[in-house]
């Protein structure tokens, strides 16, 4: 197999790994997208650009589905919405300050407390 | 009750804009802390997504740091799998879903931990070798 074919195959495979990933736990697929698609040979930058341009369509087929088995809060969503903008701001100046391999730690750790947190 | 909803989506936009899955975040500050039901939880998460999403992928077509050939492959695989395991999720009761979303946030949490280990002491050996 020649090596162009097996890159589209990581593709497919990496696509229907990120799909089922961010359809069932409702997040989490751009984590798991970003290490995808630097191992299929993309600089850490593109990786990021274009995890967020998979994660758009994927969010909103995903979003529709859920939207039919139940309904929305929409003041909820605004607030958030209001929220998470912001913080994307403040997130994108922190980044260049911030040492990325003490944080990575520091919200592993966090993730671990409050994975197991949630199974209680 | 709403600016702690304010105050949630800015510690995710922020875990968020520095790349490291604000949603794996929010999803588990909406069960634990509002106590909201883990489907609606996944729902918001997914939907706040949308408007940043947008804005960032604007930022990034602009920058040319898109690379549509992987995504156009990408791309189709990930819809239909992600409809289908939307409809799945969502036959999953929500006790159960929020049990199984744990162990996978901790999973990917562990497996970040050794990532971040290895790259502490790449990191050192690189500079040790450069005798900066």
Redesign the interface.
Known sequence: MDNKLLK?LG?????????????????????IC?PL?LT?G?SS??A???A????????????V???S??A??W???L??????????????F??KKLS??A???I?????????????F | MWIFYVLAGVLSGIIGGMGMGGGTLLIPILTIFFALDQHLSQALNLLVFIPTGIISVIIHAKNKMLDFKSFFYIIIPAIVSSILLSMISNGVRSETLKIIFGIFLAVLGVILFIISIINHYKNKKLTKKLGV
Do not use: Q, W
């Open positions: 589209i593709l497919f495979g990496a696509g229907i790994l990120i799909g089922s990933v961010n359809g069932f736990f409702g997040g989490g697929g751009g984590m970003v698609l299929l993309l930058k593109k990021h650009a274009t967020i341009l998979t994660m758009l369509p994927i969010s909103i087929a995903s979003s589905v859920y939207y088995y139940g929305v809060d003041s909820i969503f607030f958030l919405c209001i929220g998470s903008v912001l913080g994307g701001i403040i997130g994108a922190v980044l990325n391999e944080l990575s730690f919200f592993s750790i966090l993730m671990i407390g409050v994975g197991i947190r949630m199974c």
